[in-house]
């Protein structure tokens, strides 16, 4: 059976109260359905062979019910997912606990996909859904249910970074009867008026992120894998920006939704990387494509950076929480949404495609016949060895030079400088790794401690922001002194990170000489 659906993420519970409030004012018949909960519990056997044979296989328990269910991985476009879902009722029975499934197309089709091999729990997710069926005004009646879904995905965490529990709140449009072309019409009015955010991804797709899981598949080897530090420095760069460009691609779904911070960073770290090689190479690739280049991708990095910073900033916050949520969460909970909204129409924006395809087309294309002529025969280490001592040399000045009572704003210039030195690094160590591991481990460790160092101070920003919005009355006294708790913990941050440069200084100098 063919399931055709619409989803959209909320960044707030109460925009169901719009759409049905747009709703009732199109002529849509809403028909509250009620309230329950039902928990996925989802399956995948060692080697993946459900998940490359195209499925996901979950078994969803609502009360003392249970069903078996395998749902196609082929999502469709952006506004509506067309997926082919088989279902079976898994019996009360002492076989099915023992995990041998009853005769049935959901078990008929696992035995030919998997055999009888053991299948293992990846992730549970837990809904409480509410539900309105809809009758559409329109000539040719259709009849839609609307879920409501505020969900919950808990997975044992595969990866350092992994959140192993998300929280979001989805509204899903799934056509029960009559013309499919409703459910895309809905979902049109719902992001033209409301501007909601479409889904990219499935409940499966966002379990698997939040465990942290690497699927295994058919991929291209990683970069610099084939290559010695003899070979071509240019052939390596091609093969790095098309590395980094793919990673672009494959984490934007992930900003987009913004349930995961780590996909905006994602997107921001292959920026960087990119900025860093196009930077080093300018004499190479020509100082007019590379002022283009950078100048868009710098423009795309500042749009994903708000996004960032109202992430962190509110995280911050929220980890310090004594109990409510205050008004200045609440307010940084409005401009968290309010980034991600703007981020959205960047990603849907013409000046963003054009970027993309411009990239697609440059590193598809490879160096052309004059850098071949010019710069083919120049090796990685030969290149490797000039460009590092060049950058290092202008670091290692700047960095000298910071004092105790130094200005932030150098402290953040050098924490710039580091990300690009951190960089160029990463790029030549995709084939000398041993050589540069050491050097990349002090970089990071010196970012890190600049990188406090600016959160604290972008949040104090924020903050003194926050508190000349106030309202000078008695009301506002206690959130204007928790602001200032606030402050004061981060200037305390502030101190404690400039303690912590100097170790971090000369650790990352006698690192790199």
């Known amino acids: 059976?063919?399931?055709?659906?619409?989803?959209?993420?909320?960044?707030?519970?109460?925009?169901?109260?719009?759409?049905?409030?747009?709703?009732?004012?199109?002529?849509?018949?809403?028909?509250?359905?009620?309230?329950?909960?039902?928990?996925?519990?989802?399956?995948?056997?060692?080697?993946?062979?459900?998940?490359?044979?195209g499925w996901a296989y979950r078994c969803r328990s609502r009360g003392k019910k249970e069903k078996l269910t395998l749902k196609s991985l082929d999502a469709g476009d952006?506004?509506?997912?067309?997926?082919?879902?088989?279902?079976?009722?898994?019996?009360?029975?002492?076989?099915?606990r023992k995990g041998?499934?009853?005769?049935?197309?959901?078990?008929?089709?696992?035995?030919?996909?998997?055999g009888s091999a053991r299948r293992k729990q990846l992730f549970r997710v837990e809904s409480r859904r509410s539900v309105y069926y809809l009758a559409t005004p329109e000539d040719t009646p259709a009849r839609v249910e609307l879920d409501f879904d505020r969900t919950t995905i808990?997975?044992?965490?595969?990866?350092?970074?992994?959140?192993?529990?998300?929280?979001?709140?989805?509204?899903?449009?799934?056509?029960?009867?009559?013309?499919?072309?409703?459910?895309?019409?809905?979902?049109?009015?719902?992001?033209?008026?409301?501007?909601?955010?479409?889904?990219?991804?499935?409940?499966?797709?966002?379990?698997?992120?939040?465990?942290?899981?690497?699927?295994p598949q058919s991929a291209a080897p990683p970069v610099g894998d084939e290559l010695s530090k003899d070979d071509s420095v240019i052939t390596l760069l091609f093969t790095y920006l098309d590395h980094q460009l793919r990673k672009?691609?494959?984490?934007?779904?992930?900003?987009?939704?913004g349930i995961d911070p780590e996909g905006v960073h994602q997107m921001r770290v292959a920026i960087r990387r990119m900025r860093a090689v196009f930077r080093a190479f300018r004499g190479v690739l020509g100082e007019d494509v590379v002022a283009w280049v950078n100048g868009e991708l710098r423009w795309l990095a500042k749009q994903l950076g708000r996004a960032r910073d109202a992430d962190v900033i509110e995280a911050d916050v929220r980890d310090a929480r004594l109990g409510e949520p205050s008004d200045y969460e609440k307010y940084l909970q409005e401009q968290t949404e309010e980034a991600y909204t703007r981020l959205v129409a960047v990603m849907e924006s013409e000046r963003y495609v054009k970027l993309v395809s411009w990239l697609e087309r440059f590193v598809d294309a490879g160096p052309d016949r004059r850098i071949q002529e010019e710069y083919g025969d120049l090796s990685i280490a030969e290149c490797s060895k000039l460009l590092v001592i060049r950058a290092f040399t202008k670091m290692r000045a700047h960095g000298d030079a910071i004092q105790p009572n130094t200005?932030?704003?150098?402290?953040?210039?050098?924490?710039?400088?580091?990300?690009?030195?951190?960089?160029?690094?990463?790029?030549?160590?995709?084939?000398?790794?041993?050589?540069?591991?050491?050097?990349?481990?002090?970089?990071?460790?010196?970012?890190?401690?600049?990188?406090?160092?600016?959160?604290?101070?972008?949040?104090?920003?924020?903050?003194?922001?926050?508190?000349?919005?106030?309202?000078p009355t008695n009301e506002s006294t206690d959130e204007l002194l928790n602001t200032a708790r606030l402050m004061q913990k981060e200037f305390g941050r502030v101190r404690d990170r400039r303690r912590d440069f100097e170790s971090a200084w000369e650790e990352f100098r006698e690192s790199v000489s």
Do not use: C
């Open 78 to 96: 952006q506004k509506v997912f067309v997926r082919e879902e088989i279902e079976q009722p898994l019996p009360k029975s002492k076989s099915a």
């Open 100 to 114: 041998k499934l009853p005769k049935g197309p959901v078990q008929a089709l696992l035995k030919d996909i998997a």
């Open 407 to 471: 200005p932030a704003r150098q402290l953040h210039k050098l924490r710039i400088e580091a990300k690009r030195f951190r960089y160029l690094v990463d790029f030549f160590s995709t084939v000398q790794h041993h050589k540069w591991q050491e050097a990349i481990e002090a970089t990071e460790e010196l970012q890190e401690v600049l990188g406090q160092h600016q959160d604290a101070i972008t949040a104090i920003e924020r903050l003194a922001i926050y508190a000349g919005s106030l309202s």
């Open 248 to 257: 672009l691609k494959r984490q934007q779904p992930r900003a987009w939704e």
């Open 154 to 215: 808990e997975a044992e965490k595969r990866s350092k970074k992994a959140p192993g529990r998300m929280e979001f709140t989805e509204l899903e449009l799934e056509l029960e009867s009559g013309d499919a072309h409703a459910v895309e019409t809905l979902a049109n009015l719902l992001r033209e008026q409301l501007e909601l955010t479409p889904a990219q991804y499935s409940k499966f797709e966002r379990g698997i992120q939040s465990a942290g899981i690497k699927i």
């Open 1 to 53: 059976m063919a399931e055709i659906e619409a989803k959209f993420l909320l960044r707030r519970p109460d925009q169901l109260d719009d759409v049905l409030a747009l709703l009732d004012s199109r002529g849509y018949d809403v028909e509250p359905a009620g309230t329950s909960t039902h928990v996925d519990r989802y399956f995948d056997t060692e080697d993946w062979a459900i998940f490359r044979a």
